[in-house]
Structure formats: structure tokens, C-alpha cells
């Protein structure tokens, strides 16, 4: 009975000890698996990654923002050609200086006459179109002297052409002003011809009256004072324009010339 018992403690011993021995290993192997988790848990991406054998995304280069371009400056605009030609408008005024005198005592309907342009006659920005110096033709529409110093004559002229760096322009102008004076003649062979019947006329009438010489002599010579006087009264005076005296275009129609190279 004795011995039973010690057998019986002694197996509860060993089993107890098998127990013991069996909770050491389920707590050992509770904390590895725990360790292995937390290890697991804590490994970097690289492991992780590794581990699944899922390939490593190839790290991309920062995108760099694109460098805005200042654009590039715009050429200057072209400079408009220069215009070849010129242009005075109508309306213009053209000054002319004569260049010789004309007289309505020598000059008839018809003849030629020049003058010069006196000063640069200019487009509305102001470029020159006629230059100062410009030969100008023209022609004597109308030479009428005045019948008597209380009458006025008549001297009308036309323009043609004018003469601009060597190229010649019709003109349509009309003849504004020009300083023209008058000039008498003085005692002609008409008038001696008034003097002369002037003192037949008062002979016959002193013969008549004084029935003698001395009365034709004095009829005579009253008759000649007459005519004298008569003739003065009616002499021509002529219209004259002086050499260089002012004339004055107004232009009825725009004249164009060649710009100058």
C-alpha cells in the first residue's frame, strides 16, 4: 500500500513536470510567434516588398515645371516706302515773280510771257512740291490799253506749264493777283494829229470871226490850245506789270510731280 502510494506520487511528480515542461514550450513558442509577428510588423517597405516578391516601383524623378518662354520681341514694322510723288492741293496759292515787264503798249493778245516761283510752295505735311525757282510759262490772254486817264485797260495772262527739277507740269490755275500800274504816254503822233486839227479848226473859226490875219493867227492859235488839252484828256495809259513784280496762282485742279531722288 505503501509503495502504491509512492508510485502514485511519484507519477503526479513526472506528470507535473511534463505539465510544467509543456507550458514552458507553448510560452515559448507564443512569444517567437509573437517576436516574428512584431518583427514582420516593423520590417521596412524594402522587406515587406521583398517578402510578397512584388517588384520595387521605380522611383520617378521630380517633374520639373516647364520653363515659360518670354517670347521673342516682334520685329519692328517696316517703314512704309517713301511716296514718289508729291501733291499740292487745289486751292493752293503759288506766288510768281514776272520775269520780264509787260506792257499793253508793245504786248498783244497771244504772246508768251515767264515768271519764276518766288517761294517753296509745300503739301500739307510740309514736304516741297514746287521749289522756289521754278520756271513757269504762260501766254497774254487780253493787252488793252486804257482810252483815257479816267478809264482802266485791260491785262490779262494765263498760265501753262511750270517747270519742276527738270520735268514740265500742266498747270490749271487762275491768275489771282498780279501788281500791275499805270503808265502814260504821253504826246504821240495821234495826238499831234488832235493838236494839228485842233488848230485848223481855230484858225477857220478866228477868220471867220475877225474877217482878218490877226484873227486867224489868234483862232489859230486858241484852236491849238484846245486840241492840246483834248489830246492830254484822251491819251492811252497803259497797263504795265513791271519786271519782278508779284504774281499770284490759285490752283484749280491738285498738281502732282516726281519726288526728288
Known sequence: MIT???QSSHLIAVLTAVALAACVKSDQANQSADSTARNLTLAPTESTAAIKDVPVPATQPAKVAPEK?????KPPAPKPAAPTTLTAAAGTRVPLAASESISTRQAKAGDAFTATVAQDVKDVVGHVVIPA??????????AEPAPNPNASGRLELAV???SVRGSSYAVDATVES?????QGRGVTKGDAAKVGGGAIAGALVGKLLGKNTKGALIGGAVGAAAGAAAARASRDIDVVLPKGAAITLKLNKPLTVKRAA
Open 133 to 142: 525757282g521754278s520756271a513757269v510759262q504762260g501766254t497774254i490772254v487780253a
Open 4 to 6: 502504491l502510494q509512492r
Open 69 to 73: 518662354k518670354t517670347p521673342a520681341p
Open 160 to 162: 501753262q506749264t511750270v
Open 178 to 182: 498780279k501788281d500791275t500800274v499805270m
